[in-house]
């Protein structure tokens, strides 16, 4: 999914398929990048963090990538199921500068699994 | 362990009324956060505090205060409430500016 528009872009997969989240980023000087897993009714939870230096974390069924070339993150989730049916955020902090501390989010990605 | 907690949950205020949300975090943590979300959207920053003591402008601040009371507080006033102004808040904090945010559950405000 790629951010379009002012609403949130959709990705639906089956159960069991590997998923591939995007997210680009606005701040070249951002060095510490999260993702979020929000469900309907509720607040964001973390899923997965990536500071600057690295290109490439991984967790258990996720891994998120980092293209500081092109201001790019994507989060992909292993075999798929229907609890991870949620909206995916990507935020992205500048820990230095005139923008200390200041957390912001992308827009976000609702993504579906069919059982 | 509670984490973060808003209060109220609901709240229904008419136009021009005055309101203060709050939020309190346990975890001794020295960044807090407010967001509004609208219906279908993202998460957009109202103010943060990266430590106690300071607070920052996010991308929406315009119709709001906020005030970091202590290290554990962190609350954001409407002072006189529009339409526009209808959406979930979510209050967050981290430990530090670069580690994970936790959420509140959120506030769902309605100005009529």
């Known amino acids: 999914g790629e951010s379009v528009g002012l609403h949130l872009p959709t990705l639906s997969v089956q159960e069991g398929d590997n998923s591939i989240i995007n997210c680009a980023y606005s701040?070249?000087?951002?060095?510490?990048f999260i993702w979020y897993k929000q469900e309907s009714g509720k607040g964001p939870q973390f899923i997965i963090d990536?500071?600057?230096?690295?290109d490439k974390r991984q967790g258990q069924r996720v891994t998120v990538l980092l293209n500081k070339t092109v201001k790019h993150l994507s989060l992909q989730i292993a075999a798929t199921q229907p609890g991870d049916s949620a909206v995916y955020f990507c935020?992205?902090?500048?820990?230095?500068?005139?923008?200390?501390?200041?957390?912001?989010f992308g827009q976000g990605t609702i993504l579906t699994v069919h059982p | 362990n509670a984490g973060v907690t808003q209060t109220p949950k609901f709240q229904v205020l008419k136009t021009g009324q005055s309101m203060t949300l709050q939020c309190a975090q346990d975890?001794?943590?020295?960044?807090m956060y407010w967001y509004r979300q609208d219906p279908g959207m993202g998460l957009r920053l109202i103010y943060y505090?990266?430590?106690?003591?300071?607070?920052d402008k996010g991308e929406v601040p315009n119709g709001y205060n906020v005030s970091r009371l202590n290290k554990r507080e962190f609350s954001l006033r409407l002072e006189s409430a529009a339409p526009s102004q209808t959406s979930v808040y979510f209050c967050?904090?981290?430990?530090?500016?670069?580690?994970?945010?936790?959420f509140g559950q959120g506030t769902r405000l309605t100005v009529v």
């Open positions: 935020a992205e902090v500048n820990a230095g500068g005139t923008s200390y501390g200041k957390l912001t």
């Open positions: 967050a904090s981290s430990e530090l500016v670069n580690t994970e945010a936790f």
């Open positions: 701040n070249s000087a951002s060095d510490y």
């Open positions: 975890m001794n943590h020295n960044s």
């Open positions: 990536i500071r600057s230096n690295m």
């Open positions: 505090s990266a430590s106690e003591g300071t607070t």
